[in-house]
Every structure is written in structure tokens, then in C-alpha cells.
């Protein structure tokens, strides 16, 4: 008993239960949960919800879930959809075992093991990996410094399954320098495989950092190169193992929005506030990570990097590993080629704390070797990393990273008081005991307010279960559930992300779907309509709360929190409300098959406005060899405009704005034209280009229009004279506040527009915006139907960052009235009836000549008919090309690559076994 409790899992395990008393349990027992407000409730918790109803479905039913769900986005590969999130993480699989009422506390409790499983992988390739022997205690405070650090301060909360790295990638080391040093290659091909099986996303970061270390020993030890060489076979076999989920998902990657970006945002560097903060993030950790760096080290780590710098070439490996690190931290390119080649995000940090934890270990069983100079220096950087967030906050003395510096420099002076001391029992005991109680610190430091009821980011878990019950109430009494769009569920616990995809929870189509991997051909159709609330991973968004595509789309139902948000074709249904939401009904809603009228070349198609495109869609099919043209896009007016102060009316208007001060907002006049009743109107912006204004010139334009003000409030009689005016005292104070904004800013700016009383607002990201970054040079916003036509009309333009704005305005009114209802029902009526299967869809429908019928199913290579030629007609729907007479349609759909994926899967394993069997075979003869 009492050997056991000496083990060094032991220790670790009475560690990590302290820390998780003090940085989760308190969450736990006051009702909440650890379900984020963002990523946690729109994207996990769904994932996991889904995941479990499949699961049970598949070993009790023995049913596998439909290769293509229509309740994702417009359709989408289930796959290419849930494998990031759910399908290859094992950690999912035993909800088989998990009653429904219970998922909220299974979520909770897998982030707990998880964390405690990466401190105890790290406890046992520690000695193995190393080949040195650490003491226990030694063992044990290596397993909680790797398992809490400020990238897991992040993750743990935000985005639990970024744990499972953590916890494969120091088995996986190990299991390449096991095979290379000994031959052994059993767990090597176990950890290829599982390392791809997981998430095909952190296979590709895990994978680069394996090959470096591969290289490493390729390139500096001959004496092992043949061995080295011989790697590939057994990952090889592990990459067979997992090709049936690998290989689709690196496919269905390749056909994603967010695979199509350029490369680090098209930065070369990070702006200088980046620079700034940078040596903050030694011992810091931010609540909103720039560009996703999450500092944060225990004082021992840091130390022990500086020990280990101080004996170069002892610990010539891990200064390798640190220049490294330091370069890459200083060049977004580095991070984007780990990120797959697109946004720079510093999420390859995760491969940096199995090194420091590392070396951390070596410190501790070397503390006899420290010297009082390791610790001036460590003293000196973590100078300069306070300062750093000091300036990267501006100067805040109310700064609450106040408690993390002091438990950093307090471990300091810890450690030179052991200077020529020897260890005994009780240091060890308290060296432990202060290592984590920093570490607990660098954990809840951010996530302090989340406490308190009325600032938590943390969604409680009666929110939850309230929510799961009211998915079921957007319900429809219709035999096929009709596509809705269901809006602004969270109130006001909405974090950056919208609870879009609840309704899966209850079978429901919502068309807006907020996952990290959209359908490309989505994204393409919607493109030349320039939806601007359409993102990378929101591809749908609110679709400008358009009447046209809304009912192009088949939306039926929209349920959203003000009647402002309700398109005018649909009627708000007063007795509908459900939980704040309002019901808006259309009868105008379009069958997912139906047949245009016209059918209109790509070419032309090009040249139209996004107003125009849109009304194309509404009687026309955008298709190769297409030569008429659309008639109800023939009725889009061009609005006359003028800029403000101005009655030079013009179809568009060019014009440059740079930001000034101004009582009243700059913008254009609408000239007055009775021919607007029923139009819906869409002010359509191009060549947009915004250059931001420097440090010193945002200095200039605050002090201007600082002095503008108070001149207006001097001249105003009905007001006091302010007394406190002091230019100089605002200069100084600018200064102090806008000391993190140094340089110039790479985020993103506002364009607010207000019509009849109505705030359109559109948001064009930023390149620090790693997931939701575009680079859009046009936008289209909907201002809503036509009101006052009878009299010209002022409408804003407001920039909400300081710089130069350069673009074209136009103005385009389409119908939304009857002359669209009547269209909209010759659709309907021509529409064929659709039956359903798994993965199959069948149709019949005669007509009188051949023709396209046309879907809104997004196009993915993984449909094909028996019966009829289909192609990508739309800019990214499924066409289908009809005879005349009469069409028996038959689609079916397969995910691509997965039969493949399947063979491949089964020559491995089938590898495999044959390896075991033949070397088992080998070496009890030998023997």
C-alpha cells in the first residue's frame, strides 16, 4: 500500500484532483457546466448529441448513420461534418453506455479524463523517452506542469477535444524512438494509426512535428539510419489502418470553404502589438489569444529553459527546440504551414509542453545544479514579461494578472532558498504544492468572472436542457420537415457564435450550420449573391434576411427575436411565439427539385450584379449552354443616388472616405420614385479597399476630433463650458490607452447603415480573424422593403475603424410583392413530389421538352444517377438534365473515398495481423 501511494501516479493523481477542486469543481457543483457559450454549445455539444443518437443507433439498431444529412446547412456529407469533431475521438465511444439525460455530465467528466490521461502519458514516456530515471516526485509534478499550462487553460474550456493531442503525441514520439533505437514497431503502427484515426486536423501538425523528429535522426545519427529508414513500413500500416475515416476526411477537408483561403492571411509579419505582448505570454495567458498564442508557464519552466540555455551543449536537443520555437512565434508563415497552409494560428504551442515538461523534469532532478545566476536571468525575463503585459494592456494597475506575477516571482525566491540546501521530504512536499498552486492560478485566471452568474461564458445546465426541450417546439405538423431557419436562441448568454445547429438535436433542418468544415459548392452558389453575413465556417449565415433566397432555398419557417429580422414575405404567426422567438410563415417556400422557366449561361450570369443574380435564381437555371434570360431579373431597378449635399443623381457613385470629424454621418440620398412600392432594397458596394490609418494618425484623428467636440459644446449655450478640457492631458491619455493598438491594426472594421430606423451592419474580418477571415473587395447589404419612396432619402455610412475607404455604391430595388408570388407558384405547381431513403432520393416528373430541373442540394461528387446526366449548375447545385416525356429520377450518394477508405482499412489491419503472427512465429522458433 505504501509502495503504491509512492508511485508517481499516485502523486500525480492527489495533484490533479487539488487543481481540478479549485479550477472545475466549483463550476460543477453551482449548477453550471464546462459547455462554452461560443464553439461549446453551437458546435461540441451538438457533435456530441448527434454522435450519441448514431452510436446507439448503430450497435443497437445496426444501422449506420445516412452518408448525406439533410438536416446539416442545405445538405452535407455527414462525414466531412462530424469526423472533426466526434467520429474518430475514442473517447466518444462509450455514450453507447450513456442515457441522453446524461450528456451534459458525460461532456463535463470526459475533459477531467482526458486532462488526468495527458499527465499520465507523460508519466510514462518521460523515463522511457528520455532514458533517464526520475525520481517520483519528480515524475508526478512533470505530469501536471505538461497537463496544465495556458494552451490547456484555453482548450479545457473552449474546445475539450484539443486535448486528445496531449495525449497522443508524447506516445507517439516515443513510438518512433522506440522502433528506431530497438526495432519494436508494434506501437508505433498502433499510434500512426490512432493518431489519424482521431482528427485529421491535428494528424497533420502531429505528423509535421514526427517528421522533424525523424529528420533529426536521420540527419545526426548514421549508426541507426537503416532503421530510421525503415520507419515507413509500420507507418505505412497504421496510415492503411485508418484510411476508412482518414481518407474522407482529408478529401471532404479538400472540398471545404476554409481549405481555399491564402496562405497566413497574406501576412509576412504579425502587427507590432503581437511583437509587444509576446514576452507577456511567457508567464501570461490572454482570455482571447492573438493569433491563438496561449502563453503561460509555471516559474520551474521557465527557469529550467533558461538552466537548460545556460548548458547548451548538455541540453543541446532542447535549445534547439527553443530557437525554434522562438522563430516560429515571430513569423506567421510558421504557424500557417502547421495550421494546413492557411490562417496563423499558434496552435502548434500544443507540440511545445511535452519538451517543457521535459526539461521542467530535468531541472527538478537536478535542482542541486541550479544557480543563483539561472535565477537572475529568470528574474530579468520575467521582468520583461511583466512589463510586456503591462504595456499590452496600457499601463492598467487594476491588471489581474497581478496574482499570477506573484506566485511566479514567489517560486523564484522558493528556489533560491534551495540554493546549497539539500532536498529533503517536506521541500519536495511544498516545491509540489507551489508548482500547483501556480498552475491553478494560470488555469482560472481567466476564466474568474465565469463565477458569477451574470458574466459566465459557461452555459448552465438547466440553459441546456431547456434548450435541448425547445428544439422540438420549431416542430412543423408537415410529413417532411420543411427547411427553417431558426435565430438568436441564446439571448443574452450568445457568445461569438450562434446556437445554430441545436435543431439537429430534435431532426430539424436549420439552414444556417456553423461547423469548422462547409461544403465548398455551398459556399460557391451563395458567393455571386455576396451574402455579407457568410463566413468560412457560417456559410448560410442569416442570408441578409433576404426574401428572394430565403424562398429559393425552401425556408419555410423562420423563427428569430425582433419582427425587423422577418423577411416581408413571410407573415409574422403571433400565436407561435416560443421562448422570445417569433414564427414568420411564407407560402412562397421553394420544393427542393423544381423546374425554371429560363436557363442562363454562366457568362452572362458573371456580368450581373449580386441583385440581379439573385432574381435569376428565382425563374432560371445558370447553366452551360444556357442561352436566354431571365425575365423576372429583368424587372431589378437601379436606384439614382447622390452623395450627401449633393443633387448630382447617378446610377453609381465612386468616392473615397477618410475619417474626420463631422456632426452628422456621411452618406448618400435615394431619389424619391413611387415605383419602389414592393421592392426589397440592397445597397451593393464594390471595388472596396480600406487602408488603416497608422498609431500616430489615429492619435491625430482622436485629438481632432477631441477638439472638434468640445468647440461644438462651446458654442452650444444651452450647455456648461467643460473646464476640464486639456488637449495635452488627452494626448498623453491616448497615448497610455492605445499603447496595445501599436502600429497599424490587421482586424476588421464596421460598415453601419440605418433605413426607416433600421441598423444594417456589416463586418469585414480582419487577418487576425483566423476563422472567419475573407478577403472581400465587394458587399452587398439588404436594407429591407422600400418605405417613404415618395421623397428622397438620406441613408448613413459609417466606418466604424479610423483610415481610408475607398469604393463604388450602387443601388438596386427587386420585387418582393405579388409579381414574386406569382412566379414563386408556378414553381410549386410544377414542382415533382420527392421520396426519401438513406443516402437515395427518387423523383418522377414529365415534361414536354428537354430540360434542366434544378435543385438547391449543394453539389458534391459523391452523387450519381442511374438514370439521368446530372452537373453542377448554380455556381454549385445539383442539375438534372430531363428528357421528354416521361423521368424516373433516381440519385444516390456516397461518401468519396469511403469504399476505398474501406479496402484500404481492411488490407492494413488483415497487414497487421499477419506481421503478429509471422513474427511471433519467427521468434518462438528462434527461441
Not at 519528480?138 to 484539443?162: C, D, M, N, Q, R
Not at 507517439?172 to 508494434?186: E, N, V
Not at 509579419?269 to 495567458?285: K, V
Not at 497599424?744 to 440605418?754: A, H, L, S
Request: positive net charge; hydrophobic residues 45%.
Amino acid at each position: 500500500m505504501k509502495r503504491l501511494i509512492k508511485h508517481p501516479l499516485s502523486i500525480y493523481t492527489i495533484l490533479f484532483f487539488i487543481i481540478i477542486l479549485i479550477v472545475f469543481v466549483p463550476f460543477l457543483i453551482g449548477g453550471g457546466s464546462l459547455i462554452w457559450n461560443a464553439d461549446g454549445i453551437t458546435q461540441h455539444f451538438p457533435a456530441l448529441i448527434q454522435w450519441h443518437h448514431d452510436l446507439r443507433n448503430l450497435f443497437l439498431n445496426h444501422k449506420l448513420p445516412s452518408a448525406w444529412d439533410w438536416n446539416i446547412s442545405l445538405g452535407q456529407d455527414y462525414l466531412q461534418t462530424f469526423s472533426y469533431y466526434v467520429m474518430g475521438d475514442i473517447f466518444t465511444y462509450p455514450l453507447i453506455l450513456v442515457k441522453s439525460t446524461h450528456l451534459i455530465e458525460y461532456y463535463n467528466l470526459m475533459i477531467l479524463i482526458r486532462l488526468w490521461l495527458a499527465g499520465a502519458a507523460l508519466i510514462f514516456v518521460a523515463p522511457r523517452l528520455t532514458k533517464h530515471t526520475f525520481s517520483n516526485w519528480v515524475l508526478s509534478a512533470g505530469g501536471i506542469i505538461y497537463t496544465f499550462s495556458g494552451f490547456t487553460a484555453f482548450i479545457a474550456f473552449e474546445h475539450p477535444f484539443f486535448i486528445n493531442p496531449l495525449i497522443i503525441f508524447p506516445l507517439l514520439c516515443w513510438s518512433l524512438i522506440r522502433f528506431i533505437r530497438t526495432g519494436r514497431w508494434k506501437l508505433l503502427t498502433i499510434m500512426v494509426a490512432w493518431t489519424l484515426w482521431n482528427n485529421f486536423y491535428f494528424a497533420f501538425m502531429l505528423a509535421l512535428a514526427t517528421f522533424l523528429i525523424w529528420l533529426w535522426f536521420l540527419l545526426t545519427q548514421p549508426q541507426l539510419r537503416k532503421r530510421t529508414l525503415q520507419v515507413f513500413g509500420p507507418v505505412i500500416i497504421g496510415a492503411l489502418i485508418s484510411a476508412p475515416l482518414f481518407l474522407p476526411s482529408v478529401l471532404a477537408t479538400m472540398n471545404a470553404v476554409r481549405t481555399n483561403t491564402v496562405i497566413a492571411n497574406g501576412m509576412w509579419l504579425y502587427p507590432i502589438n503581437y511583437y509587444l505582448a509576446l514576452p507577456g505570454n511567457i508567464i501570461g495567458n490572454e482570455s482571447l489569444p492573438l493569433f491563438w498564442l496561449n502563453g503561460g508557464m509555471s516559474f520551474i519552466s521557465v527557469t529550467a529553459i533558461i538552466f537548460s540555455f545556460r548548458r547548451f551543449k548538455k541540453y543541446i536537443n532542447y535549445n534547439l527546440i527553443w530557437i525554434i520555437t522562438m522563430v516560429g512565434l515571430c513569423f506567421p508563415i510558421f504557424s500557417a504551414v502547421f495550421n494546413g497552409g492557411t490562417s496563423p494560428s499558434n496552435r502548434w504551442l500544443l507540440l511545445i509542453c511535452l519538451p517543457v515538461a521535459l526539461i521542467s523534469m530535468e531541472l527538478l532532478e537536478n535542482l542541486d545544479q541550479l544557480a543563483i545566476r539561472d535565477l537572475q536571468i529568470t528574474g530579468i525575463l520575467g521582468g520583461i514579461a511583466t512589463l510586456s503585459l503591462f504595456i499590452s494592456h496600457n499601463l492598467n494597475v487594476n491588471l489581474n494578472f497581478g496574482l499570477l506575477i506573484a506566485a511566479f516571482f514567489s517560486g523564484l525566491l522558493t528556489l533560491a532558498l534551495l540554493i546549497n540546501h539539500p532536498l529533503q521530504k517536506k521541500t519536495k512536499i511544498w516545491l509540489l504544492i507551489i508548482i500547483s498552486l501556480g498552475l491553478s492560478i494560470l488555469m482560472i485566471r481567466n476564466h474568474s468572472k465565469d463565477y458569477n452568474p451574470d458574466s459566465t461564458s459557461l452555459v448552465p445546465k438547466q440553459t441546456i436542457q431547456a434548450l435541448l426541450k425547445n428544439q422540438k417546439t420549431f416542430k412543423t405538423l408537415d410529413q417532411d420537415q420543411p427547411r427553417i431557419y431558426v435565430d438568436q436562441q441564446l439571448g443574452n448568454i450568445n457568445g461569438i457564435a450562434p446556437a445554430s445547429n441545436l435543431p439537429i438535436a430534435a431532426g430539424l433542418n436549420n439552414i444556417e450550420s456553423y461547423w469548422s468544415l462547409q461544403n465548398k459548392s455551398t459556399n460557391q452558389f451563395l458567393a455571386g449573391l455576396q451574402i455579407q453575413s457568410s463566413n468560412p465556417n457560417d456559410v448560410i449565415g442569416n442570408l441578409d434576411h433576404r426574401n428572394l433566397i430565403f424562398n429559393i432555398l425552401g425556408v419555410k419557417n423562420i423563427w428569430t427575436n425582433t419582427e425587423q429580422n422577418v423577411p416581408k414575405s413571410y407573415l409574422v404567426n403571433e400565436q407561435a411565439t416560443t421562448k422570445g422567438l417569433i414564427k414568420g410563415e411564407t407560402q412562397n417556400s421553394y420544393p427542393r427539385l423544381y423546374l425554371p422557366k429560363y436557363s442562363v449561361n454562366p457568362k452572362t450570369y458573371q456580368k450581373l450584379s449580386p441583385t440581379e443574380k439573385e432574381a435569376t435564381l428565382v425563374d432560371s437555371v445558370v447553366v452551360k449552354g444556357g442561352t436566354q434570360h431571365s425575365d423576372f431579373a429583368k424587372k431589378v431597378q437601379t436606384i439614382p443616388i447622390a452623395l450627401n449635399g449633393s443633387e448630382n443623381w447617378k446610377s453609381s457613385i465612386t468616392t473615397t472616405y477618410k475619417t474626420h470629424p463631422s456632426l452628422l454621418p456621411d452618406g448618400i440620398n435615394i431619389k424619391a420614385n413611387p415605383k419602389l412600392k414592393g421592392m426589397e432594397l440592397h445597397l451593393e458596394i464594390t471595388n472596396l479597399s480600406y487602408k488603416a490609418a497608422t498609431w500616430g494618425q489615429r492619435k491625430q484623428i482622436a485629438y481632432t476630433n477631441y477638439v472638434f467636440n468640445n468647440h461644438q459644446n462651446h458654442q452650444n449655450p444651452q450647455k456648461d463650458s467643460d473646464l476640464r478640457i486639456n488637449p495635452t492631458g488627452f494626448k498623453l491619455n491616448w497615448y497610455k490607452n492605445n499603447l496595445n493598438n501599436f502600429g497599424r491594426k490587421v482586424g476588421g472594421y464596421n460598415i453601419d447603415t440605418t433605413y426607416q430606423k433600421q441598423i444594417n451592419s456589416v463586418y469585414q474580418s480582419g487577418a487576425n480573424n483566423l476563422s472567419f477571415y475573407q478577403h472581400r473587395s465587394a458587399l452587398t447589404i439588404n436594407l429591407g422593403p422600400a418605405k417613404q419612396y415618395k421623397k428622397d432619402q438620406f441613408i448613413p455610412l459609417e466606418f466604424s475603424q479610423d483610415g481610408t475607404y475607398h469604393y463604388t455604391i450602387t443601388m438596386k430595388a427587386v420585387p418582393i410583392d405579388n409579381r414574386f408570388d406569382q412566379v414563386a407558384k408556378q414553381i410549386q405547381k410544377n414542382a415533382p413530389i420527392i421520396s426519401y431513403k438513406d443516402n437515395q432520393l427518387t423523383s418522377k416528373i414529365t415534361v414536354s421538352k428537354s430540360q434542366w430541373l434544378t435543385s438547391t442540394i449543394p453539389w458534391s461528387n459523391g452523387w450519381t444517377s442511374s438514370t439521368h446526366k446530372i452537373k453542377a449548375v448554380n455556381q454549385g447545385m445539383i442539375g438534372i438534365k430531363l428528357h421528354q416525356g416521361v423521368n424516373y429520377i433516381k440519385l444516390e450518394y456516397k461518401t468519396p473515398g469511403l469504399n476505398i477508405g474501406i479496402i484500404l482499412g481492411i488490407i492494413g489491419t488483415i497487414s497487421l495481423i499477419i506481421l503478429i503472427i509471422f513474427t511471433a512465429f519467427f521468434h518462438n522458433k528462434k527461441a
